[in-house]
């Protein structure tokens, strides 16, 4: 019992790295938001552009969606930083990391949106466009909140799932979390900080967990 | 075929005519040349077997089917060109489904209100009083703030009727609207179908409920196969057919 305290939970060996891990945990939390605030909405864009079907355009979409989803993040992000450069687009580590993974993020998030708008019956198209409402009327008020409500369930799941990619990027050498705290595991030979970066990414994805339940919980449809 | 019965148009104003309407689903033609008129503040009921083609030609009317043929008028407008505003069409004809299809994340007041916000335009104020003034036509005024799945299947579909109500349309299409609901449930649904009427609306019902048919329509049209087998009052189709098959419907609908 001592030796896994003496081991696991020695946080007297951590003083000199506060610091650092606070900035490696900042920088996985605007990672994990920014994948979130960009492969979601660009994942439901790519949803609605699909709706509009025009083959060509389709292809494409899923060509991309099945691409991006069957390649490891792993690759990409590798992709990402050192092959871009090649094509004269020189990413700094965290934006190449970032751009791999919101790219995944979307298109998983794109299935998801897609069922989503399969799941919701014809009869809904058929009463909002008997009523004179348009297309993209119907789209938006009648078939898109309740896509995005049945959607909000495996949504959470893949974007924690995906947000955790953001360790990733410490092959590409982002100070991330992770990066950082199994640097210092090294420099004091003790896995203390990787307790504590274990502790941060719960405190980052549980409250992430909760709101989401919430957000399921505020828009349940009132049943009977 | 033997010769139709004289039919007589209530009123001179025709609100809908269609003539010559085909339609076909791939190699199934479903309408085989459908011609019919229907004036102003009448209310049409088409009977017939399952497959016979009402539905289709009832959902010709505003387009939610494209018809392979013919011409279709609502309103003197022909609405199967090319150029018409299908949107600015549709508000003209109202539709209750036999699914209800109402939306379930929006309140009744919010299902009515819907198109009358976005269609019509009117302002948040305009339109709720608008729609609790429907609301309360169909009985269900109380119920404004209530979720579909909060309400009876007979209640959601009145608020379907007071949906299409609410924009004034110049005619109302029910398909089926009773077929979906339980039993004990059907009788105030077409109550308000009756109220409806009462009120001047043009209808054209297509629906099982041969009591109704018989009691509430001016003109019973019995289609057959994709085409109009017979038209005439509830008297001269229902009660005292010529046609065999259509004596066969009435008999197995035990009317």
Known sequence: MDQIVRYFFDFGLLSAYWPDILRGFLITVEMSILTVVIGIPLGLLLAI???????????????????????????????????????????EPFTATVLA???????????????GINAVAKGQWEAGRSTGLSFT???????????VRMSIPPLTNRAIGISKGTTLGSVV??????????SIQSNVANPTALTVGA???????????RFTRWLEHVYAHPRS | MTALPAVTVPSPETIVSIEGLRKSFGDVEV??????????????????????GKSTCLRCIN??????AGTIRVGGQEITGPKVDLNLLRRRIGMVFQGIHLYPHKTALGNVTLALRKVVGLGKEEAEQKARHHLGVVGLAHKADSYPAQLSGGQQQRVGIARAMALEPQVMLFDEPTSALDPELVGEVLNVMVRTKEMGMTMIVVTHEMKFARDVADRVVFMDHGAILAEG?????????QHQRIRDFVMRSHG
């Open chain 1, 49 to 91: 552009l699909r709706l509009y079907g025009i083959r060509p355009l389709n292809w494409l979409i899923i060509f991309y969606i099945d691409f991006f989803r069957s390649i490891p993040q792993l690759v990409l992000i590798v992709l990402a930083y050192f092959a871009l450069p090649y094509f004269g687009l020189v990413l």
């Open chain 1, 101 to 115: 993974l919101a790219i995944v993020l979307s298109a998983f998030s794109e299935e998801i949106f897609w069922a």
């Open chain 1, 137 to 147: 009327q119907t789209l938006a008020y009648i078939i898109l909140p309740q896509v």
């Open chain 1, 173 to 182: 050498a982002v100070p991330e979390l992770l990066n950082v705290t199994s």
């Open chain 1, 199 to 209: 502790l941060l990414f719960l405190l980052l994805f549980l409250p992430f967990v």
């Open chain 2, 31 to 52: 309408l085989r040349g459908v011609d019919l008129k229907v004036g102003k503040g009448e209310a049409v009921v088409i009977v017939g077997s399952s497959g016979s």
């Open chain 2, 63 to 68: 387009r939610l089917e494209e018809p392979t």
């Open chain 2, 233 to 241: 009052t509830p008297q001269e189709i229902l009660v005292n057919p």
